[in-house]
């Protein structure tokens, strides 16, 4: 699917795999995943494909532990995670931000339960996007968990089949500032099969073009405090990383 995006063959793609890849560390299978699909994915867009800058949006239910060890020194890679917290796998606090040459290109995002469709695009406008853009990257990759899904049986979260389009669309208004549109998802969790079902067809409809969901519009009816407390609080490890 890579390959397919970064020689233009293709505009976007979504990789429908299992199992699901982005708790599995380097060495170590973890939480259903085996091997860490969209980290070796983006390695191998960098080094086969000759592809720089890379951002990786991971908003499944829980956090991406094995990408972010994966990339944590690594200023290359830009991983922003929005998660439930604390839950499984522990990781993903606030103040983890990178280490070493990579500190601020590790922009986690915990959140307690009940973040629905306009909280989430919310972020999105408010941290994800001002960040990516001063990022470029010249690929966007998506750890698309649909766990976050209002009727998930291990989620808290709200998110419905057009916050997902919406979130998708809002990701590929990114990647046309930045990089040609090039996105490429890959599936994560998701534990309700229709939900899974409708929204990955709303995602699809939005990568294919046949709908044009408003993120702007969703984002209006947030509540503001539960988006305010969050922005406040990524901002205040990142500010002297990002303007
Ligand atoms: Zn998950």
């Not at 046309?176 to 534990?191: H, I, N, P, R, S």
């Not at 046949?210 to 984002?219: F, G, Q, V």
Request: glycine share 12%; hydrophobic share 35%; charged share 20%.
């Amino acid at each position: 699917a890579i390959s397919e995006v970064c020689t233009g063959k293709l505009k976007n793609a979504f990789a429908l795999v299992r199992p699901p890849g982005h708790h599995a560390e380097r060495g170590q299978a973890k939480g259903f995943c085996l091997f860490n699909n969209i980290a070796v994915g983006a390695r191998y867009a960098q080094e086969r494909l000759k592809v720089g800058r890379i951002l990786i949006v991971d908003w499944d239910l829980h956090h991406g532990n094995g990408t972010q060890h994966s990339f944590e020194e690594d200023p290359t890679i830009l991983y922003f995670s929005t998660h439930q917290f604390p839950y499984y796998p522990g990781t993903g606090a606030y103040t983890e931000i990178g280490t070493g040459k990579g500190r601020g290109y590790t922009v986690n995002v915990p959140l307690t339960i009940g973040y629905g469709d306009a909280e989430y695009l919310s972020l999105f406008e408010r941290v994800l996007k001002p960040i990516a853009l001063e990022f470029k990257p010249e690929l966007i990759l998506v750890s698309a968990g649909f766990d976050i899904y209002i009727g998930d049986p291990l989620g808290g979260m709200n998110v419905t089949p057009v916050g997902f389009a919406a979130m998708t669309r809002a990701i590929m208004d990114i990647a046309d500032q930045c990089c040609e549109g090039k996105v490429a998802l890959t599936l994560e969790g998701g534990y309700d099969v229709n939900g899974e079902r409708d929204s990955g067809k709303e995602v699809l409809k939005e990568l294919s073009g046949l709908n044009k969901t408003s993120p702007a519009e969703l984002a209006g009816s947030a509540m503001q405090e539960m988006v305010d407390t969050v922005v406040a609080r990524v901002k205040s490890v990142h500010d002297q990383y990002w303007k």
